[in-house]
């Protein structure tokens, strides 16, 4: 890999396996473009990713990538799906032969491909540089501007320093971890006047040092949207995973002031999945945190305004207004509202593992603490999709994984696909009738205890890691008194609301409720949160996009 010397210019990357190839497009875009960006070239899909990477620590910005389509071992397409993960805003160009046209094509699907450009690019004046030139004017354009990396000095074993890396890394905001114990992370907390008793240590970009900070102090510093801009909008969609995504990008680019307020991070559920295989459009599979950024780029370019780490406690209705309140008192107000607050994954009431979550038990995938499986023995519990997902991505690099499954096989719960994948991979096993009796361990998980379901026969096994995936819980209890919700917690709408033909109580306009409208009118659900719904990506996104269009049918009649 060669690179031009300063560091302080905006990046071309480049990579071709055919060194002759790779020197030519190096020379032309150094030739074009060298005084104001520096060019760098790699001859391999690894060798670019590792390069990225270490642009990304130090920094750097990354404007244009181009990748030959035809490379061993990885081929372009799937150099630049991994390149998204580590720089999404970059524009991304495939190169490639006549004949692979087709494959280009499919890959604007796969991995949003801004342009292709077929060989041989000369003239570069005609061919090269006008491509380039729209996507570097594209790139400035764009509101994907890097934030200056937080620094953050935290314990391994505390369950606040990984809830503020997952809440960090979720929201796409550059980090760079250091252990209190390490002689970097001793510099950072003497600086900051810190002794290393209260952790986690926030440094953010501009050098101001957040203390145990929490979620909603941290966005405030690193440029994620917390304060509404308006009192009174159209539509106030509550909830940032597929459905709310979906009814935000549906709303903004319908012409409604739409505003989206979510309490963590953009993707509920899905955003933390490593992979996801069978949603329409994307044949290969695409992760969590790719269809989560694509979709709240798209939300944002179509106007729709994101909150970030702004909790919800109550809704309030006042003749035509629908209101919303946040845990610090304020409100916001609108026409209508769509609820897709999705689930959260329910506790397993097991001795020892509330003192162990966040230290080596972890609820969902937890992606940040991944790296730090690698070569440990990691046990997964659950049998539906999202606990098979998890399992084949650690597999990637720990010495084995384990699935712990209450029921007696998998094809109850998880899709085909997945099980065939689990089944082929060789350090994945799974024990069916096993739940986790207890957890053991000093500050960290260290073992678990486990049981056979039948027998009742126990097993205590070493463990250093555990992701659970146990079932949904609705978060919903803050609607109580206000909307119907079943038994379980999960918000009833439309029909099911009425199995007698009647309307539900206290409803007074002379019509049903729509389809996915609670018993407050002007209020819809979308997503998990619903009684009886599909629990799927596809179906969230979809009820969604159904959710706004019962919206304007109910602005239409109000």
Known sequence: MTQAASPARTVI?????????????????????????RIVRAESGDAALEALRELKLRGDQVAVILADYRMPQMNGIEFLEQALDVYPGARRVLLTAYADTNAAIDAINVIDLDHYLLKPWDPP??????????LLDAWRASDYRPVGACKVVGHRWSARSSGVRE????????YRWYSSDTQEG?????????DGQRLPLVVTPDGTPLVEPEDHEIAAHVGLATTPTSEFYDLVVIGGGPAGLGAAVYGASEGLRTVLVERSATGG???QSSRIENYLGFPDGVSGGQLTDRARRQAAKFGAEILTAREVTGLEVTGASRTIRFSDGSAISAHAVILATGVSYRQLQAPGLAELTGCGVFYGSALTEAAACQGHDVYIVGGAN????????????????????????????MSHYLIEQIGEASNISVRTGTV???????????????RDVESGHTELVDAQWMFLFIGAAPLTDWLEGTVLRDGRGFIVAGPDMTPDGQPPRGWELDRPPYHLETNVPGVFVAGDARAESAKRVASAVGEGAMAVMLVHRYLEQS
């Open 125 to 134: 004046e005609e061919k090269l540089y006008p491509v380039v030139d729209d």
């Open 386 to 413: 999202s606990a098979g997902q998890a399992a084949m991505y650690l597999a990637r690099g720990a010495k084995s994984v384990t699935l712990l499954v209450r029921g007696s096989s998998l094809s109850a719960s």
């Open 436 to 450: 986790v009796e207890s957890a053991h361990g000093d500050g960290h998980l260290e073992q678990l205890t486990l």
């Open 13 to 37: 990357l480049t990579v071709d396996d055919d060194p002759g190839v790779s020197r030519a497009v190096a020379r032309d875009l150094r030739r074009r473009y060298g005084e104001g960006h």
């Open 186 to 194: 001793q510099r950072l907390l003497a600086a900051a006047g810190q």
């Open 269 to 271: 559920q899905a955003g």
């Open 167 to 174: 809440f960090l890394a979720r929201n796409q905001v550059p």
